[in-house]
């Protein structure tokens, strides 16, 4: 063989073809636009010339640029025994090799001198193969452009998993119909693979193997492991089941590894337990997100009572606490009830606790509530008597004139203010002493007694305690208030019915620190009074 030159005036290439067994040299022309095939004799050596020269066109010449070129021309250079042609409007090379024999498989890897360019061709191969008698298909025959294979009603039982993963990965439409598939576990990958291409296909290999339809779950392949002795394997790894498939007692073993499943339910368990006990059903169960919570306690008591059934138990792992099943106990997933309960019990100390010092502070917290304008309707009390003249009468004698001022200053001039009652401004002259107090009381909504030695002592004083005491006790809406002075010590000098209200009721120390206080929240709530006109008022 010459090596091929250009003619520099058309850029037509010419490859020279010399036979030293004969005179007559063959020369073979082909064009940018087109491949002519000029050989004369149709004999064994041409044809290898001509494979020879697709050899040199696939190497030496732009591949691209000259596919169709040499596709179109590709009549004689064809496989052996297959008929070629180049679909321009589909952009398709079709190859039928129909009704051959090829018993080695795929034809590319028994004929090296077009392999390198069909297997490295861009434009999509459609192969057909039906009825060719094929028995095995390998990796290296499968063109990388192979859009679509007809591989129907051959000798063919499996696909190795090489030759899977090229035809899933690069979406080849197969056809496999008619072909005496064998349903060996060792074939899964294939299996899974013509259950998704041709499910009528799968159904029919299944029952050729003694598999009823309904034994085999949708999403799972099944098979037989003819090794040792004929099990029925139900294989569902990586199907992204979310629960346990129903099975059958026929199987023998089924693998549900890799994938989604959280737990079992009842009737899983019991399904489980029952084919265990009709056959020897091993289990696959790793790979899953097992939950193992306290509700889930009943499903890992069972998962360590049927752990010699589970072949891979050990690699079970649990979701959340990251830890094997096979070494998760009670106390891991069940906390002892010891600390809730004392929880709960410290949280009801707390809350009697908490109860006793409201019950027992109640009076001072009301007191900081009011002063503070906090929870006034909590603090505060609605007063019923709102219409009399008089907050509070001032109920003193004479020898203690100089302690009304204080009161003045701070229940008249401060904020709250009240409206105070005391003989030394209110009274008209003229009046008698027992009508003054008597409308005084009855004019007031408190009356404050100053109760002193001289007090004590006081003829007007004690009939003005009097006067207060029926009044009170009248009118509930009245309240009177005691003003008890550090200087009296006992009560003895009063009649048995004012010292047994003495004994009997509450009254205020003047020494008291909080005194101003707590005589403040025994007036009139006039803050709650105030808010309320506001309120109307807004609303008006």
């Not at 180049?86 to 034809?107: A, E, R, T």
């Not at 004083?461 to 010590?489: M, N, Q, W």
Request: net charge negative.
């Amino acid at each position: 063989m010459l090596p091929y030159v250009t003619n520099p005036v058309n850029q037509t290439h010419i490859m020279v073809i010399k036979n030293i067994n004969q005179p007559n040299e063959q020369r073979v022309l082909f064009s940018d636009e087109q491949l002519l095939m000029q050989i004369s004799s149709k004999d064994e050596y041409t044809r290898q010339m001509a494979n020879k020269l697709l050899d040199i066109l696939d190497r030496e010449i732009n591949h691209d640029k000259y596919e169709k070129i040499i596709l179109k021309h590709l009549g004689e250079p064809c496989i052996n025994k297959c008929e070629c042609c180049y679909d321009q409007v589909k952009d398709i090379f079709k190859m039928d090799c129909n009704g051959n024999d090829f018993y080695y498989g795929i034809p590319f890897p028994v004929i090296p001198t077009n392999k390198t360019f069909l297997q490295n061709m861009k434009t999509p191969l459609s192969l057909h193969m039906s009825q060719a008698n094929v028995e095995k298909i390998y990796i290296g025959g499968l063109p990388k452009s192979l859009a679509d294979v007809d591989l129907s009603m051959n000798r063919l039982q499996s696909l190795d998993d090489d030759a899977v993963d090229f035809l899933r990965q690069n979406k080849v439409s197969v056809n496999l119909k008619n072909n005496p598939w064998k349903c060996d576990c060792k074939t899964r990958k294939f299996l899974s693979f013509l259950r998704d291409q041709d499910p009528e296909e799968y159904n029919v290999v299944i029952d050729r193997c003694d598999i009823a339809p309904e034994d085999c779950p949708a999403s799972c392949v099944c098979c037989l492991n003819t090794s040792i002795w004929t099990s029925f394997i139900v294989d569902c790894r990586e199907q992204g089941l979310l629960n346990v498939p129903e099975i059958s007692e026929k199987v023998t073993y089924l693998d549900l590894r890799n994938n989604s499943i959280t737990g079992m339910s009842i009737m899983d368990r019991e399904m489980l337990e029952r084919n265990s006990q009709a056959a020897e059903l091993r289990l696959f169960l790793s790979g899953n997100p097992w939950t193992c919570e306290c509700i889930d306690l009943d499903f890992v008591f069972f998962m360590k009572n049927i752990s010699n059934k589970i072949e891979d138990f050990t690699n079970v792992q649990c979701l959340g606490i990251e830890k094997a099943l096979v070494s998760v106990e009670e106390s891991d997933i069940c906390p002892s009830a010891l600390p809730y309960y004392l929880t709960l019990a410290l949280t009801l100390i707390i809350l009697i606790i908490f109860i006793n010092f409201l019950v027992w502070f109640r009076h001072p917290i009301l007191i900081w509530f009011y002063e503070h304008d906090i929870c006034l309707s909590l603090a505060g009390r609605e007063e019923m008597d709102q219409k009399k003249k008089f907050d509070a009468f001032l109920c003193f004698t004479h020898m203690d004139e100089d302690l009304v001022g204080e009161f003045v200053e701070k229940l008249e001039t401060c904020r709250p203010r009240f409206t105070l009652c005391f003989y030394l401004r209110d009274w008209l002259l003229g009046v008698s002493i027992p009508d003054c107090i008597t409308r005084s009381v009855k004019d007031s909504r408190r009356i404050i007694i100053l109760m002193t030695n001289n007090f004590l002592k006081s003829t007007w004083g004690r009939l003005e305690f009097r006067l207060a005491l029926h009044a009170t006790s009248e009118d509930r809406c009245k309240r009177l208030i005691v003003v008890l002075y550090p200087e009296v010590t006992n009560f003895d000098d009063l009649d048995s019915e004012l010292r047994t209200y003495m004994v009997f009721n509450t009254y205020l120390k003047r020494n008291d620190p909080n005194f101003w206080n707590k005589l403040i929240y025994s007036m009139p709530h006039s803050k709650l009074n105030q808010n309320s006109v506001h309120l109307e008022e807004t609303t008006i």
